[in-house]
């Protein structure tokens, strides 16, 4: 067992993961806590997992576990398979495109310590967080989005589609079986029904980066997925 799993989906993300490994154990091999990284990998063609193999081959920072998948396969089941061989008691979910920056996890640590809840969510859109490297159009996209979803749902959360966040394990167990949502509307569907199912939940403003290296997913068809999401949310909530 450890206190902390860092679990990380990926897919084409030769360029980010290592990087990502090393500045996240730069900022938690000082902390009183023991951690993890979990990655998990839908068999990405740029040779993400080599790039695994070879930091836990040589590297000494933090265990590194990697899980390998046949294909895409889905975020939702993604998680639930690196919960599966995650040891811990916490689980901080992250993307390793370096848009999620590690520094930011002594803060979430310290929210939950001192509350006891049972979600810190990382968010955009309360005092002193932001976004960095994104046009207009797209900040009103995801602002625009946000406030629907949070006046139709009667959500807590001010960052609804934020995919940082730490979970309290039992939490996190306890609600991904039943949501059924893919790509962008997944994050939103999880905390929703989290809440719903009476899980606490914190807030730490974070400033948000976008991708450096490497395509980013999200597209018109992410939107409508969302959309999706967010209905079928309205009828099962």
């Given at each position: 067992m450890c206190d902390y799993s860092v679990l990380v989906p990926t897919y084409n993300e030769s360029e980010n993961i290592a990087v990502f490994a090393w500045i996240l154990n730069e900022h938690t091999k000082n902390l009183p806590y023991s951690f993890e990284l979990v990655?998990?990998?839908?068999?990405?063609?740029?040779?993400?997992?080599d790039i695994v193999r070879q930091l836990q081959a040589k590297w000494n920072g933090m265990p590194i576990m990697l899980i390998t998948r046949p294909r895409k396969l889905g975020l939702g089941s993604a998680y639930m398979d690196g919960i599966r061989h995650a040891r811990g008691q916490y689980i901080f979910l992250m993307d390793a495109d370096l848009s999620h920056h590690p520094k930011y996890i002594p803060d979430f640590i310290a929210q939950?310590?001192?509350?006891?809840?049972?979600?810190?969510?990382?968010?955009?859109?309360?005092?002193?967080?932001?976004?960095?490297?994104?046009?207009?159009?797209?900040?009103?996209?995801?602002?625009?989005?946000?406030?629907?979803?949070?006046?139709?749902?009667g959500a807590t959360a001010s960052d609804l589609t934020g995919a940082f966040r730490l979970y309290r394990r039992t939490a996190l167990e306890s609600?991904?079986?039943?949501?059924?949502?893919?790509?962008?509307?997944?994050q939103m569907e999880v905390i929703v029904r989290a809440q719903y199912r009476g899980c606490s939940i914190r807030e730490v403003p974070i400033i948000f980066v976008d991708r450096l290296f490497g395509q980013s997913k999200l597209g018109p068809a992410e939107f409508l997925l969302f959309l999706k999401g967010l209905l079928n949310l309205l009828l099962t909530v």
């Amino acid at each position: 067992m450890c206190d902390y799993s860092v679990l990380v989906p990926t897919y084409n993300e030769s360029e980010n993961i290592a990087v990502f490994a090393w500045i996240l154990n730069e900022h938690t091999k000082n902390l009183p806590y023991s951690f993890e990284l979990v990655v998990v990998d839908d068999n990405s063609p740029d040779g993400t997992q080599d790039i695994v193999r070879q930091l836990q081959a040589k590297w000494n920072g933090m265990p590194i576990m990697l899980i390998t998948r046949p294909r895409k396969l889905g975020l939702g089941s993604a998680y639930m398979d690196g919960i599966r061989h995650a040891r811990g008691q916490y689980i901080f979910l992250m993307d390793a495109d370096l848009s999620h920056h590690p520094k930011y996890i002594p803060d979430f640590i310290a929210q939950q310590r001192a509350t006891g809840c049972d979600i810190v969510t990382g968010t955009r859109y309360a005092s002193g967080g932001g976004v960095a490297g994104w046009n207009m159009a797209r900040k009103l996209t995801s602002r625009g989005a946000n406030l629907l979803a949070s006046v139709a749902l009667g959500a807590t959360a001010s960052d609804l589609t934020g995919a940082f966040r730490l979970y309290r394990r039992t939490a996190l167990e306890s609600v991904l079986p039943q949501v059924t949502s893919q790509g962008y509307a997944f994050q939103m569907e999880v905390i929703v029904r989290a809440q719903y199912r009476g899980c606490s939940i914190r807030e730490v403003p974070i400033i948000f980066v976008d991708r450096l290296f490497g395509q980013s997913k999200l597209g018109p068809a992410e939107f409508l997925l969302f959309l999706k999401g967010l209905l079928n949310l309205l009828l099962t909530v």
